[in-house]
């Protein structure tokens, strides 16, 4: 029998839209820190002996750079990782510009065709960093000037490294300075690669001095290219992370948002989540915070989503889990779903719910879950087109398509549909990586990025994530793009 939730079902939707911002997106904005949530897999990425994390497009690798670069947020992720309470922190790159603090893209470009190496540009960020921190100087009236003084002053800058060191060391505390974003500091694979390896490389020279340390947030297909061909590369690689989410995360995430809306609509949804759990979440300073069990994979957390959507996705089990459906559905072609696609189809079937089945007896209509999936499609290839802009125009001739299908097929309609073909995917912004093998590497390339799958018999897929927002059919899947 179903259990009464006391809570209205249509106060219940309007509340997950409300606790669910409408884009999940972070531009370098500090955290709200009610919407807090570190995932076991996480913690590692965020220690300091952490150098390299990698993570796909919406997994929180902007996020925990702002978190890092945030005082009161540093403290709150202190009660799981305790350095970081004793940790002051630089940005040094990010998607939130700091000319004061590292060169942008333009000037990164601008120093490197004056004969700048990367190297001594990177040393040059830690050198403005560490003068702040025990009260010197150096040039700063423009980037090269201090890239100048770094290249002409190898001693000075050594003692500099030494008493930053020791600086730290008698306060008791620690410094970490956080690179993230680097895609953005070249439109050409090479000239990035460079730029990265020679950070990575500046990154194992600070390892040198024990209170001093960096941590470098990279994109997969980044991480993948020869940027550690260099010697003792493999004490970097030895500290690497990667930022993944299990399910039962991307649903502990939700309810914490959820039991964090704001006014009425917080406690609409902490007493759902009383019902359901037999207790409130517990409350920690100006927050709420859920219990450890309910955090996991069981009866409890699968309890919660039920409550919002029911048993089955239509009128019996045949038509799949909600809890596990919701979740399945929004993941990639390696099988990784991203809290932004997962966060941004529940508020979109909360919405469409709200519209379509104001009668529905669950806050979430199992074809508006369906629906939602539509939207996180649509936001996930809008993303796509930011990161990858040749996937788009790739994609595009394959609208209306079957899948799965023999990779003829797809090969057929771009050498048919594709204007200009291979040769104009190579004009872009870091074009497809094994362009020089033609349409079979181009294909890995997919793959790589989660959009292609190889089914066993050879032929290719789509998972949903993609499929929906490029267009393309399946039978008896959820409805593509049109």
């Excluded at 890239?147 to 008698?170: C, G, I, K, T, Y």
């Excluded at 379509?356 to 996180?376: F, N």
Aim: aromatic letters at 8%.
């Amino acid at each position: 029998m179903k259990k009464r939730i006391m809570c209205d079902v249509q106060r219940i939707r309007q509340a997950i839209i409300e606790a669910i911002p409408l884009t999940t997106s972070n531009h370098g904005e500090t955290p709200d820190r009610q919407h807090l949530y570190l995932p076991p897999a996480h913690v590692k990425a965020l220690r300091l002996d952490c150098n390299l994390v990698i993570g796909a497009r919406g997994v929180g690798k902007s996020f925990w750079t702002a978190a890092l670069g945030s005082r009161e947020v540093r403290a709150s992720l202190g009660t799981s990782v305790h350095e970081l309470e004793r940790t002051d922190v630089r940005i040094g790159f990010g998607v939130t510009p700091d000319i004061a603090a590292f060169p942008d893209g333009a000037s990164l470009s601008q120093l490197m065709q004056s004969g700048s190496e990367p190297y001594a540009i990177w040393r040059a960020v830690l050198a403005r960093w560490l003068t702040g921190v025990v009260g010197e100087d150096i040039p700063k009236a423009a980037w090269c000037d201090s890239v100048s003084w770094v290249q002409e002053n190898p001693e000075p800058l050594a003692r500099l490294m030494e008493r930053a060191n020791q600086h730290f060391l008698d306060d008791h505390r620690l410094g970490l300075i956080v690179f993230d974003a680097l895609d953005r500091t070249s439109s050409d694979w090479r000239t990035m690669d460079g730029i990265v390896r020679d950070l990575l490389r500046v990154v194992l020279w600070l390892k040198s001095y024990p209170c001093l340390h960096a941590k470098v947030f990279l994109r997969e297909d980044q991480s993948a290219r020869t940027i550690t061909d260099f010697p003792d590369a493999s004490k970097l690689l030895a500290t690497k992370a990667e930022l993944t989410w299990a399910p039962h995360d991307l649903h502990g995430l939700m309810w914490q948002m959820l039991c964090n809306a704001p006014n009425e609509h917080g406690a609409c949804m902490r007493e759902v989540y009383r019902e359901v759990v037999g207790a409130l979440p517990d409350e920690h300073g100006s927050g709420w915070r859920l219990a450890e069990d309910v955090k996991r994979d069981g009866v409890k957390q699968r309890g919660l989503f039920e409550a919002l959507s029911g048993l089955w996705m239509g009128r019996d089990r045949r038509r799949g889990v909600p809890y596990v459906w919701s979740v399945s559905h929004l993941a990639d072609g390696r099988g990784r779903t991203s809290p932004r696609s997962f966060l941004a189809a529940i508020r979109a079937a909360a919405e469409d719910s709200l519209e379509q089945y104001p009668d529905h007896e669950y806050a979430l209509h199992y074809e508006s879950i369906k629906r939602g999936v539509q939207t996180a499609s649509e936001i996930r290839v809008a993303e796509m087109a930011e990161d990858y802009p040749w996937v788009t125009p790739l994609m595009h001739p394959l609208r209306g398509l079957t899948v799965p299908c023999d990779f003829d097929a797809v090969q057929s309609r771009w050498g048919e549909l594709s204007p200009g073909g291979l040769r104009s995917a190579s004009d872009l912004r870091l074009p497809p990586q094994h362009l020089e093998r033609g349409w079979p590497g181009v294909r890995d390339d997919l793959e790589r990025l989660g959009i292609f799958e190889t089914m066993k018999d050879g032929r290719v897929n789509l998972p949903d994530l993609y499929r929906v927002g490029f267009g393309l059919g399946r039978r008896g899947g959820v409805k593509p793009i049109t």
